[in-house]
C-alpha cells in the first residue's frame, strides 16, 4: 500500500534561517507531487506542484522553492526565512488519474520567530 | 482561474441532526471533479466524498451526500445523522479534468461544530 511522510511534525525557525521540508512516497511510482500552506483560519494554498523528476511547477510568487531529485521525494526549501513563512504545511500526491483523490501527508507546523 | 468558494466560514449542528454546507465555483470548463475534504483537530485531510462532474447523479456516502447543481456551479454537502466525531474544518475542492497536474483548488473551509 501507499504511504507519504513527511517530517519534521514542528519547526520553530528563526527570521533568517535556512529551511528544508522532505517528503517522501512509498508504494506507488511517478506520482504527482504537491506542497500546499494552511494559514492560520485560511484554506489550503497550492505552492508548487511536480509532475516528474526535476520538474517543478510554482503557483504564487514567494520566498520558498522546491526540488524533487527522486521520483517519490519532494523537499520545500528556502535561503532565509521571512516571518510570514509561518503556517502550516502539507505535502500531498495523487496518481495520474483525474478522478483520484490526493493523498496528504500529516503536515508539518513551521513557526518563524 | 479556477475558483472555489465557501460562504459559511463556520457552522454548528446538534448532535444527530442534519447539516448542508455550502460550496460554489467557478469555472469555463465542463470535464472536472470535485471533491469535500475534512481536516479533524488531528490536522490530517481525510476525503469525505468525490463527484465527477459528468455524472447526474449525486454521490452518496453512508451519512455523506452531495448536492451538485452544475449549471449553477454549485456543490453542497449534506451530513445526516450528525456525529460528534463530524466536527472538523470541511473544505470544498475543484479539479480540472484537463491537463495532467490535477491539482486541486481548495475553498478556504467551513469550520463545523457538533453540540452534544
Known amino acids: 500500500s501507499q504511504t507519504i511522510h513527511q517530517w519534521p511534525a514542528t519547526l520553530v525557525q528563526p527570521v533568517g534561517s535556512p529551511l528544508s521540508l522532505e517528503c517522501t512516497v512509498e508504494?506507488?511510482?511517478?506520482?504527482?507531487l504537491y506542497w500546499y500552506r494552511q494559514a492560520a483560519g485560511r484554506g489550503l494554498q497550492l505552492l508548487f506542484y511536480?509532475?516528474?523528476?526535476?520538474?517543478i511547477s510554482s503557483e504564487v510568487p514567494q520566498n520558498l522553492s522546491a526540488s524533487r531529485p527522486q521520483d517519490r521525494q519532494f523537499i520545500l526549501s528556502s535561503k532565509k526565512l521571512l516571518l510570514s513563512d509561518s503556517g502550516f504545511y502539507l505535502c500531498?500526491?495523487?496518481?495520474?488519474?483525474?478522478?483520484?483523490?490526493?493523498?496528504f501527508g500529516s503536515g508539518t507546523q513551521l513557526s518563524v520567530l | 482561474a479556477q475558483t472555489v468558494t465557501q460562504s459559511q466560514p463556520e457552522m454548528s449542528v446538534q448532535e444527530a441532526e442534519t447539516v448542508t454546507l455550502s460550496c460554489t465555483y467557478d469555472t469555463s470548463e465542463s470535464d472536472y471533479y470535485l471533491f469535500w475534504y475534512k481536516q479533524p483537530p488531528s490536522r490530517q485531510m481525510i476525503l469525505v466524498i468525490r463527484?465527477?462532474?459528468?455524472?447526474?447523479q449525486n454521490a452518496t456516502e453512508n451519512r455523506f451526500s452531495v448536492n451538485f447543481q452544475k449549471a449553477a456551479k454549485s456543490f453542497s454537502l449534506k451530513i445526516s445523522d450528525s456525529q460528534l466525531g463530524d466536527a472538523a474544518m470541511y473544505f470544498c475542492?475543484?479539479?480540472?479534468?484537463?491537463?495532467?497536474?490535477?491539482?486541486?483548488?481548495f475553498g478556504k473551509g467551513t469550520l463545523l461544530t457538533v453540540n452534544p
Open positions: 463527484q465527477e462532474a459528468y455524472k447526474q
Open positions: 475542492a475543484y479539479r480540472s479534468g484537463r491537463g495532467s497536474n490535477y491539482k486541486l483548488t
Open positions: 511536480s509532475v516528474g523528476i526535476g520538474q
Open positions: 508504494g506507488t511510482s511517478n506520482p504527482n
Open positions: 500531498a500526491w495523487s496518481s495520474g488519474q483525474a478522478n483520484e483523490k490526493l493523498f
